[in-house]
């Protein structure tokens, strides 16, 4: 029998082999069956970790390359922090690109995949955003923990919209556009009316 | 002979071809000869017009389909003026979609076709706006239609990030919090602090 479904060695093969069948041959012909063959793993062992192949695609678009913990440092300022931040959504942005753009077309065809990426969406791991936005209270600048997930949703807008519209490369110049022109003005535009309704 | 190279029927039917081919092909195996065929044009006839195959495409992409002319109706206020233009460009990228996010990877492995989507883009056509903007102002209400650029654009981030990350539909309560949550109070910001620098 195979080893227990968390173990990280095989865990880790599964998410490799989804990942090289979903750019071999894309979503809609990848099926449970050859993920298991390609991973040497029993599709026990993958039901047993994931309820079926959305589950494991949102894991691999999700997990597998860090895209939901963004970790900006602290730079000793909320400004200064707000540009390590999109700075790295961008590298996340530009190592994900090819994958998610594939996805993107499925994903509007495909409601179970769509479904299940969604689900995923609130669970996010933003504890990295929340920090960032507790510092600069801590500092007294204005800036509220209660407005991570809208703060990480614009930044990775504005990275995404960059990439796709404009393209490569993500530079200093589009950094510090977004963080003193967009999400600066908006950090402390929250802060000031919690709410954000007028 | 063929007819002159903006004659809108043959201009038209160029488009119309190169699209279609687009969606059959790609644009990498996608030819100017493929598309003079299909539209029943010289290939003399498409280089009057356009530079090249980037050229005609980014046509496509930006024109053919009314992305680049959001004209928000006048709803009496900046906060309805806003909510109407989110609402716009949700119908936009919902009708483009497809196109847009298959066209994406090219863009990544294409610096032709990049450059191309690159050089268009500040000359789009953002005075539906820009009259936003203005009408707001004229009311007194804090807007400077200097930052037309810059609100079009996190507009749109919003809107494309949405679909590709939460997918469709793109409904009544998404169209308020881009408009309330972030689009308002950056427009205020900005019309306080002109050049968005702290």
Redesign the interface.
Known sequence: MDVAPLDPVRERAILDATLELLSEMGYDRMSVDQIAKRARASKATIYRRWAGKPELVVDVICNRFDMDTPRPRDTGSL?GDLAELVRELCGTAERK??L???L??T??SNQEL?RA??AH?PSRDLSGVEALLERAGGRGEPARSADTA?LA??A???V???L?????PLDDAFVAEAA???L???V???AE?PS???
């Open positions: 400004r690109h090819t998610i753009m594939g993107s077309s994903l509007v769509a990426l969604r969406m809208r949703a614009v990775e807008a504005l995404w919209h960059r796709i519209f404009v393209g490569p003193d022109d967009v600066l003005p908006l402390r535009a929250w009316a954000g309704r007028s």
